[in-house]
């Protein structure tokens, strides 16, 4: 029995990234259970405002992840839930670099300080089915066992890749330590802002012509359940965390009630220009890729051994859809800049295929 007073609950829990939206929802929710007697969030950014009220029973300690060990060490750290991860590269804080940095070097730091603190018994760490990539050879449905057949080419799929490596050479280090990956689909809900949601919310959303890819979401409610769980009891191992059923992008599209715009496949990085100019955030490759070949995991594992089933990927998409009823609207001149992209794109594919010998 850990310090907690129940089988598998932890006493002392560290969540890093509380920062951000997922982990400050995680860590309140850790401290709102009896079971776990203290709950320490770390960030060396302090939260967003709206956050603030939320972590009012989370102490928070504002510290990079590369000077963790000490705390771990000194506060007699049960468990660790690390969070703090960027799906994707911001231009204004750093790029692809500061992602990798954030990403990789940082979850390198703080393996390095679980490797220390002997109190440790328990690592819950965040990863995504981007693990698995994309391709045209790919299997109708991924299981945990499920080797990518090429590489990622975005960013945040190959970081997924290095993350869950050094993990399972944590693992073999520090067999006495229960270790858990949860590699999330993409979330969705009525409160998840992400690039994912951002897309849908668009009243012209850029697809890729002649492609209509199957699509899983989780949502967000249903991953903190999850995350919660993974805490407060013991599941060693790595889960597809995912909601049963799929939707085609179509069927998203139509079901939001927006308009699909077609670009021709060579010039997709135009779609994500369309994006910018609406004023509507970033994609990068990881987006695209599975805009193009889609990605459905297996669940049979998460519900055998979590004893918990998320809502379907249609119910968690219904849920966003009444959030964000009536969307967006765009000006005519964003209107009429989007087409401008998107024919540019269409005449560019052309020229490519008619230089072809």
Do not use: W
């Not at 963790?68 to 994707?88: E, G, M, P, R």
């Amino acid at each position: 029995m850990t310090p907690g007073g129940t089988p598998g609950a932890p006493g002392v829990v560290v969540v890093t990234g509380v920062g951000r939206y997922l982990a400050a929802h995680v860590a309140a929710r850790l401290a709102a259970d009896p079971r776990i007697e203290r709950v320490i969030g770390v960030d060396p950014a302090p939260p967003a405002a709206e956050l603030t009220d939320l972590l009012d029973g989370v102490e928070r300690i504002r510290l990079d992840l590369d000077s963790l060990s000490a705390l771990l060490i000194d506060l007699d750290v049960d468990a660790v839930v690390h969070l703090a991860l960027v799906s994707a590269p911001d231009p204004q804080h750093g790029g692809r670099a500061a992602m990798k940095e954030q990403n990789v070097i940082g979850t390198m730091q703080l393996l390095a300080a679980c490797q220390r603190a002997p109190r440790l018994r328990k690592l819950v760490v965040r990863s995504s089915t981007a693990a698995y990539g994309v391709s045209f050879r790919d299997p109708a449905v991924f299981t945990e066992e499920t080797e990518p057949r090429e590489v990622p080419r975005g960013g945040f799929g190959r970081d997924i890749l290095d993350i869950e490596g050094y993990v399972r050479g944590f693992r073999r280090r520090r067999p006495d330590v229960t270790g858990t990956v949860l590699r999330f689909a993409p979330f969705i809900g009525s409160t998840a802002d992400t690039t994912l949601t951002r897309y849908f919310s668009q009243p012209v959303v850029p697809t890729v012509f002649g492609r209509d890819p199957r699509l899983q979401f989780v949502h967000f409610d249903d991953a903190l359940e999850v995350l919660h769980r993974a805490v407060a009891e013991d599941h060693p191992g790595t889960y597809n965390v995912a909601g049963p059923g799929v939707l085609s992008l179509s069927q998203a599209i139509r079901r939001a009630g927006r308009v699909a715009v077609p670009v021709l496949e060579p010039g997709m990085s135009g779609a994500a220009a369309i994006a910018r100019t609406l004023g509507f955030g970033r994609y990068g490759l990881d987006q695209v890729d599975l805009f193009v070949h889609g990605r459905v995991v297996d669940t049979t594992r998460l519900e055998r051994e979590f004893g918990f089933t998320p809502r379907s990927t249609a119910a968690a998409f219904e849920d966003f859809i009444r959030a964000h009823h009536g969307g967006v609207v765009v000006t005519r001149d964003q209107l009429a800049a989007a087409e401008q992209l998107v024919l540019e794109g269409i005449r560019q594919a052309r020229a490519a295929v008619r230089e072809r010998p």
